[in-house]
Every structure is written in C-alpha cells, then in structure tokens.
C-alpha cells in the first residue's frame, strides 16, 4: 500500500470521532505503530482536524467543513482547479502566491482544529494527483442532481475493462482528498471512492430511483450502526 492510500485509509478509519489507538489502527492497516505516529503528524501537519498524542490515542475532533467561509462544496471546488492550475504552471511567483492562498484557507477550514497547518500543506497526497480527479467533478456532480448512473475506471483497472456502474449519492471532502458515495450494481453495497482515482467515466442514460437499502439516508444509518 502506497502511503498516500495508508493516509487516505487513516483519515476512513478516524471519521467516526472515536478514540483510536495507534496499535489498533498498526493492525488494521498491516504496519508499525511507529508508522502510525508518523502519518498522525503528517495528517495533523497538513491541516486535517486529528488530535491525540502517542500512548493515547487520535481521533478526528471534526468534519472537514467550511462554516467559517460559507463556501459550498461547488464553490471549493472551484477553488482547488484554480490553485491547481496555478500550482502546477511555470511562473514561480504565483506558485508562491497560490501556496501562500492555501495557507491562508486551510487557517479558516474548521475552526477546532489542533494545529495550524504548513503552507501548501497537501500532506495526504501530491496536489497534481488532486488535481487529476477534478475533471470528473462536474459529471458527478450532475449525476447526483440527476440521479444518473456512472460508469467508471479506476486506476490501475483500464487494463481489465472491468468497469463499475454506481448510483453516485453524494460528494465529500475530507482533509484534501474528495470522494464520491455510491450504491455499486456489481457489489450491491455502498462504497465511498477517490475522486483522484478514478481514470475514466462516462455518463449513462440510466436514471436511478430510490430503493430500500440504497439510499443516502441508508448509507447514513450504515454508518451510525458501525
């Protein structure tokens, strides 16, 4: 497992805001409680709401939400193409600028956070692999308004043609990583998945209706029973 997926699994594993201990969290991802306690202050460096200390536990003290700016999940959308565009061209004064920018909103993201986070603190993986899934962005967000199936790639599985159809419910944002809520056809389960892994999508006619077992709300009461 790369550790940007170890991060993103960390930050999974800590949305239910209880007390996690670092040897628990060592087991259930396979490595060292010393590689826990590095992650933890890499998650905590780059602004993602966790607190805790080593020999207690962590636990994430918040949503990543942005009441401070009143900004909805469309408008730091919009936001984040920006930067990556500007983070990813050549002119070295406004990459600088736009660092300094991410500094200055990630200072204003949930207002409990525990540490101030570095400039351009995009710890749980490189921007220009956020940046990859921004394209989709806008085709998953109007499945969801219009309850429009997907068929979508992931990395790693354009080799197989193994596409997956879902019925995307819901857009996240949690400490730099964007994922997507879907009910998957082929698992026939819920399944929440990175907006930056996903290689290709294309829109299907397909409508959706809600059903027993495959609603947002569903996934919700899931989630409170785990």
């Not at 790369?2 to 087991?27: E, K, N, Q, T, W």
């Not at 009143?70 to 990813?88: K, R, S, W």
């Not at 080799?159 to 996240?172: E, N, S």
Request: hydrophobic fraction near 45%.
């Amino acid at each position: 497992m790369s550790r940007p997926d170890r991060l993103y699994d960390l930050i999974a594993l800590m949305r239910d805001g209880r007390l996690h201990r670092a040897h628990d969290l060592a087991r259930r991802l396979n490595v060292s409680a010393r590689t826990v306690y590095r992650d933890m202050e890499t998650l905590m460096a780059s602004g993602v709401p966790v607190r805790g200390d080593r020999g207690h536990g962590y636990r994430m003290t918040a949503p990543v939400t942005l009441p401070p700016l009143n900004l909805t999940l469309p408008e730091l959308e919009a936001l984040h193409m920006g930067l990556a565009a500007v983070g990813a061209g050549g002119d070295d004064e406004l990459r600088e600028a736009a660092r300094a920018l991410s500094a200055k909103i990630d200072a204003v993201l949930p207002e409990d956070r525990g540490t101030a986070p570095r400039a351009w603190g995009f710890a749980v993986y490189p921007f220009a692999d956020a940046a990859h899934g921004f394209r989709h962005m806008p085709a998953i967000r109007a499945a969801i308004r219009a309850r429009q199936k997907l068929s979508i790639l992931l990395l790693g599985e354009e080799d197989t043609g193994a596409a997956r159809i879902i019925r995307p419910l819901k857009l996240d944002y949690w400490g730099r990583v964007w994922t997507v809520t879907a009910w998957c056809e082929a698992s026939q389960g819920f399944t929440e998945l990175r907006i930056d892994q996903i290689e290709t999508l294309k829109v299907l006619p397909q409508l959706f209706v809600d059903e027993d077992g495959k609603t947002l709300a569903d996934f919700r009461t899931r989630a409170e029973q785990d």
